[in-house]
């Protein structure tokens, strides 16, 4: 047993941390985890106790000799940390609502990591995660921050910006996407190779084979496609598909059917119902069902959340860069060159190999001729929102909304973007801290 690997877990008291201890009791026999620090802020220690108990339950139940521990000292918890992995959702499901309903009064799509509620999340959560890891600087300089809060692209970009820690992005949608493959064609993820290229979110797979064969036609004929429960669902138009020649993730319904989806947005909001609302049931069915003192292992019900899988993609990462694996990722990485059209700097969403030093991402075979321009016109949004929410100005973050694809006036997202600071004041202190803009 490595007496070393201890995983610090950011957002402890999160509704998926025990999808993550799964992954460890599961994967232990290649990556023997030490110990394991679930770590949260004052206000989540109650949900905390919650799943932590139910935490230490899955591990007694295994018979592994993991030590587990609570905590709401972070700086204890990163102390000598391997790894460490963040699950925060800054401003909890309450600003979620509020990153949903806002833009839907200025014509504008509300959701948590596309468009103007994405840019808030960014701007509630960099600065948090950058507190993490100027920690990390100090207390486990060589270890690896896995993030996963989103959106995943922006912060973990922001990360490598400004920090010197090692820090790489994850998301479950291209885990996701193995997974509809795996069950499409009733064969293991392993025999299936995707080609992803873009940004978080704003990916396509421009190959997918099974055993060595294109599968890409067929699928491009069947219009529904991989999707997820927290996205809309509508069928993709063909005509879009064949010209493409590559699949869109589920996100891009955001743009290739904006007016369709803002439309059925703004009409659940008439009904009162918002995606944060029925998370917030979805995480109060869960963790009455975590109080259980019988229950020791992961309740099915946790696949239903829009994260589904996630912990299975972090204990996979970790376990390949702790045994120096080799295999392909789907990863948030620099892109140093790798797509010509952006930055050496910008953060991307492609298939690397992991090796003990840190990912290597591939080069990038195919990316679709008409998706070069969303995704320059995203990262340009992307960057412009990182440099506001490390600066606190305004007049940036409303530049960054400028250039955002799904803002169609600068006057509308003028008046949306102060009221959402308004609303978000109290985690946002950087843009409240001085006079002026």
């Given at each position: 047993m490595d007496q070393s690997l201890k995983v610090a877990v950011i957002g402890g008291g999160s509704s998926y941390t025990p999808e993550l201890i799964e992954g460890f009791i599961q994967n232990y026999a290649t990556f023997p985890v030490r110990e394991v620090v679930l770590v949260d802020i004052p206000e989540g220690l109650h949900k905390l106790s919650i799943v932590g108990a139910?935490?230490?339950?899955?591990?007694?139940?295994?018979?592994?000799?993991?030590?587990?521990?609570?905590?709401?000292?972070?700086?204890?918890?990163?102390?000598?940390?391997?790894?460490?992995?963040?699950?925060?959702?800054v401003g909890r499901l309450e600003a979620r609502g509020w990153d949903e309903t806002i833009p839907l009064k200025y014509g504008m799509i509300g959701q948590e990591t596309t468009g103007p509620g994405g840019m808030m999340k960014a701007l509630r959560t960099i600065p948090v995660l950058l507190d993490v890891a100027r920690d990390m600087e100090e207390l486990c300089p060589d270890a690896w921050l896995l993030n996963f809060t989103n959106p995943a692209g922006m912060v973990t970009e922001a990360i490598y910006k400004h920090s010197r820690i090692r820090s790489i992005g994850l998301c479950n949608s291209p885990i996701a996407a193995y997974k509809w493959l795996s069950a499409l064609y009733q064969v293991p993820a392993e025999r299936i190779y995707c080609e992803f290229a873009g940004l978080n979110h704003l990916h396509w797979i421009s190959t997918i084979t099974v055993d060595g064969e294109s599968k890409l036609p067929e699928l491009l004929a069947n219009r529904d496609g991989y999707s997820a429960?927290?996205?809309?669902?509508?069928?993709?138009?063909?005509?879009?598909?064949?010209?493409?020649?590559?699949?869109?993730?589920?996100?891009?319904?955001?743009?290739?059917?904006?007016?369709?989806?803002?439309?059925?947005?703004?009409?659940?909001?008439?009904?009162?119902?918002?995606?944060?609302?029925?998370?917030?049931?979805?995480?109060?069915?869960?963790?009455?069902?975590?109080?259980?003192?019988?229950?020791?292992?992961?309740?099915?019900?946790?696949?239903?959340r829009g994260g589904a899988y996630y912990s299975e993609a972090a204990v996979r990462l970790m376990n390949s860069l702790y045994n120096d694996s080799g295999d392909i990722q789907t990863l948030n990485v620099p892109n140093k060159g790798i797509l010509d059209f952006l930055p050496d700097d910008a953060c991307i969403e492609v298939n690397c190999r992991v090796r003990r030093q840190g990912p290597e991402a591939l080069p990038v075979a195919i990316v679709p001729a008409a998706a070069k321009g969303l995704i320059h016109a995203v990262k340009t949004y992307e960057g412009l929102a990182i440099e506001a929410a490390v600066s606190g100005s305004r007049d940036t973050a409303l530049l960054a909304l400028a250039h955002h694809p799904l803002v169609p006036s600068v006057n509308d997202a003028e008046k949306m973007l102060e009221e959402m600071l308004l609303q978000n004041k109290a985690y946002?202190?950087?843009?409240?801290?001085?006079?002026?803009?």
């Amino acid at each position: 047993m490595d007496q070393s690997l201890k995983v610090a877990v950011i957002g402890g008291g999160s509704s998926y941390t025990p999808e993550l201890i799964e992954g460890f009791i599961q994967n232990y026999a290649t990556f023997p985890v030490r110990e394991v620090v679930l770590v949260d802020i004052p206000e989540g220690l109650h949900k905390l106790s919650i799943v932590g108990a139910l935490a230490q339950r899955m591990i007694t139940r295994s018979g592994l000799p993991i030590k587990l521990s609570m905590t709401l000292d972070r700086r204890s918890a990163l102390a000598g940390a391997s790894f460490v992995s963040t699950q925060m959702r800054v401003g909890r499901l309450e600003a979620r609502g509020w990153d949903e309903t806002i833009p839907l009064k200025y014509g504008m799509i509300g959701q948590e990591t596309t468009g103007p509620g994405g840019m808030m999340k960014a701007l509630r959560t960099i600065p948090v995660l950058l507190d993490v890891a100027r920690d990390m600087e100090e207390l486990c300089p060589d270890a690896w921050l896995l993030n996963f809060t989103n959106p995943a692209g922006m912060v973990t970009e922001a990360i490598y910006k400004h920090s010197r820690i090692r820090s790489i992005g994850l998301c479950n949608s291209p885990i996701a996407a193995y997974k509809w493959l795996s069950a499409l064609y009733q064969v293991p993820a392993e025999r299936i190779y995707c080609e992803f290229a873009g940004l978080n979110h704003l990916h396509w797979i421009s190959t997918i084979t099974v055993d060595g064969e294109s599968k890409l036609p067929e699928l491009l004929a069947n219009r529904d496609g991989y999707s997820a429960r927290n996205v809309p669902q509508y069928e993709w138009n063909a005509a879009l598909l064949s010209s493409l020649g590559a699949i869109p993730s589920y996100y891009l319904k955001y743009f290739y059917l904006h007016r369709e989806i803002l439309a059925e947005q703004q009409a659940a909001a008439a009904r009162g119902e918002t995606r944060a609302g029925t998370v917030q049931r979805l995480e109060d069915e869960l963790f009455e069902l975590y109080k259980d003192e019988n229950l020791a292992v992961k309740p099915k019900q946790l696949e239903q959340r829009g994260g589904a899988y996630y912990s299975e993609a972090a204990v996979r990462l970790m376990n390949s860069l702790y045994n120096d694996s080799g295999d392909i990722q789907t990863l948030n990485v620099p892109n140093k060159g790798i797509l010509d059209f952006l930055p050496d700097d910008a953060c991307i969403e492609v298939n690397c190999r992991v090796r003990r030093q840190g990912p290597e991402a591939l080069p990038v075979a195919i990316v679709p001729a008409a998706a070069k321009g969303l995704i320059h016109a995203v990262k340009t949004y992307e960057g412009l929102a990182i440099e506001a929410a490390v600066s606190g100005s305004r007049d940036t973050a409303l530049l960054a909304l400028a250039h955002h694809p799904l803002v169609p006036s600068v006057n509308d997202a003028e008046k949306m973007l102060e009221e959402m600071l308004l609303q978000n004041k109290a985690y946002l202190p950087g843009f409240f801290q001085h006079a002026g803009r």
